[in-house]
């Protein structure tokens, strides 16, 4: 895992989106194309908006969405449906993007997902960390097991709480109970991962995800496994880690 902690959440997001922007360039120069993974949430605002400004050629980019609230219409403001189209696809040129619609029908909406990501490789995928160390909304004690590229989940009360801090809802009661969320493994096949992580709320998240040892209960951890990690932190995410 290789950790780069910035003094402000701007430069996170600037370092981030810099990187990210590069290993898509990459993959389009090799492949001929790119396919992605982008996650909402607080954490992404100063890398998404650095990233939508990045010299690449989007038409040749394919984006899939890491998670979304079940029962969840596209006009509520907590949609991370409407947040992507308004941070992220209305201000390129994406070749495609693949949303969650988990308003409906959410099994049949997995089926979908799945034959849609199928056998295609993620060059990279930006995500985040929960405060209680979830990847996308695998909160713990995380499913490490399941080959199912997106599953229906139970949010806890911690995750939950999370969101409305954030802003999302008014009240606890407000935030849905279950989502759709890529699994562990499916975010785990990426080949590069750009995981942002600012603010002091995530320090001790931040800190069971580098230092503690790998295991469901601090869902973030596994990514102690994969080999092109990058993780980034400003300094009151990174303050409760072990110096040098």
Not at 66 to 95: C, Q, W
Not at 119 to 144: R, S
Not at 204 to 213: C, F, H, L, P, S
Request: glycine share 6%.
């Amino acid at each position: 895992m290789n950790i780069t902690v910035s003094r402000t959440k701007m430069e996170l997001g600037q370092l981030a989106a810099q990187k990210g922007a590069k290993l898509i360039q990459e993959s389009i120069q090799k492949n001929g194309e790119a396919n992605i993974i982008v996650a909402t949430g607080a954490s992404q605002f100063e890398m998404l908006e650095e990233l939508v400004e990045k010299d690449i050629d989007w038409s040749k980019v394919s984006g899939f969405h890491l998670d979304e609230y079940i029962g969840m219409p596209l006009t509520h403001p907590a949609s991370f449906r409407k947040y992507l189209k308004e941070r992220f696809v209305d201000k390129i040129n994406l070749k495609e993007f693949n949303y969650i619609n988990a308003e409906f029908d959410p099994e049949k909406e997995c089926k979908r997902l799945k034959s849609s990501i199928g056998q295609l490789a993620i060059d990279v995928a930006f995500i985040g960390v929960g405060e209680n160390g979830h990847l996308a909304f695998n909160d713990p004690p995380a499913d490490f097991a399941t080959e199912e590229p997106y599953i229906i989940v139970d949010l806890d009360k911690a995750c939950r709480a999370q969101q409305m801090g954030e802003g999302w809802f008014k009240t606890l009661d407000e935030v849905p109970q279950q989502a759709i969320s890529m699994s562990v493994q499916q975010i785990l096949k990426s080949k590069s991962i750009i995981c942002s992580v600012p603010d002091l709320r995530k320090a001790n998240a931040i800190k069971g995800a580098v230092e503690g040892r790998v295991t469901p209960l601090v869902p973030s951890s596994i990514l102690q496994d994969h080999q092109a990690t990058w993780l980034y932190l400003d300094e009151d995410s990174a303050s409760l880690l072990q110096k040098g």
